[in-house]
């Protein structure tokens, strides 16, 4: 898998290199109207009960039928484009965040999905949840969960798209209201990282979970460069 | 220490509810809803086959392409999982293989011909060729100003400090953008090339 990961970033960091000296040009072709025609035909010919999508103009062209309004954008694949960015985001691979933004009940799908990742039920007690938002482009990022296990420890569980970073590192944080008092939990690892809190802490007074990138100057201070943030209803 | 202004912090962190589409269209096109496969076609039709026609340089091969990227996707449906995926960059992930399938053939068809003997080796590969179709729209889809300090970044080769002087935005919010960018870039790349 991690195999598979490297292969993945090679290949992007060999697209990006290409890249270097020509014309971002994000102009995409679209299709002639008889491809649409060729497929409907062509599934039109498949036996079965779930044979096919019935012949109907190339979607790309023409009102779309009432039917299939609803759900899409009515569009051309060239306007559509335009529509990407911020739907895109919504059905990110990241099962999490898809699920976090997707359902506006957070509460509900995201930490069923957490409880589902984090092994049995019974063990823990979700206590506070805190949906995450990438604080550029105000858009889901993943949720922020303490849970207190059997043992009565207390655990802040990050679910949040993750990348390596060359030069700096994600570092996780718990700020109050006043933005003033803050605790570093740690380094963010992966898309799933889990911090124990101390005993006795009271998350309650350091509400805001913030994560900020942390160049790898050993200061030890919040570099004040926060990419993801929520608050915590406890 | 203050770290972000108040106000940022008054703003309501509301999640913005993305657009049900997305997962919506998804779970429709496995379920086999005749309207998911054309509401798919609309969304993804012009990246698909503007890859094939880069890579193969062929608009009748590309229209091939992109015909059977949509019918294989459509009849493989059942293996696609809407929890777990993102079906967009699942049906890229087809195209690609339909390319891949495409340039094997005609290599063989070639060297069949004994046609390409002397053909001197070229120095971008098709596959690279579909593959800069694609960073291109990615990088276009993250959206402003993201993309624009993307493409300065990796197209024109512009430094941190350029890009900030020329959009007039402090430094620390272009490396902000720029970090980020890599990492939906790279999101974006995992949910096309790992399938």
Known sequence: ?234 | MSVVSVEEVAAPMAVEAAPAGGTDLARAFVAGEDWALEALYRDVSALVYTMAVRALGSDADAEDVTQQTFVSAWRSRERFNPERGDLRGWVIGIVRRRIADALEARGREQRRLEAVKDAEPTKRSPVDDAESVLLAYEVDALGDPRNVIVALAYYDGATHEQISERLDMPLGTVKSHLRRGLIQLRERWEASHVA
């Open chain 1, 1 to 234: 898998m991690s195999h598979d990961d490297d292969e993945v970033l090679e290949s992007l960091e060999k697209a990006l290199g290409r890249a270097r000296g020509t014309e971002h040009d994000p102009t995409l072709l679209t299709p002639p109207d008889r491809v649409w025609r060729a497929i409907a035909a062509e599934l039109d010919s498949d036996d079965g009960e779930d044979a096919a999508p019935e012949i109907s103009p190339a979607p790309s062209s023409g009102p779309v039928p009432e039917a299939t309004a609803a759900p899409v954008p009515e569009a051309t694949p060239a306007s559509a484009r335009d529509d990407l960015a911020p739907r895109r985001r919504g059905v990110s691979g990241w099962g999490l965040v898809a699920a976090a933004a997707a359902g506006v009940v957070v509460g509900g799908v995201a930490v069923g999905a957490i409880i589902g990742l984090g092994g049995s039920e019974g063990d823990l007690d979700v206590v506070a949840e805190a949906p995450l938002t990438d604080l550029v482009t105000e858009t889901a990022a993943g949720s922020a969960v303490i849970e207190t296990r059997d043992d009565g420890s207390a655990v802040l569980v990050v679910e949040t798209p993750f990348v390596d970073l060359d030069d700096a590192y994600l570092e996780v944080w718990l700020i109050d209201q006043n933005i003033e008092g803050m605790v570093s939990l740690g380094h963010l690892t992966g898309e799933h990282t889990e911090f124990v809190l101390p005993a006795g802490f009271d998350p309650g007074a350091f509400p805001i979970v913030d994560i900020s990138v942390e160049p790898l100057d050993g200061d030890p201070t919040h570099s004040g460069e926060s990419v993801t943030r929520g608050v915590l209803e406890i």
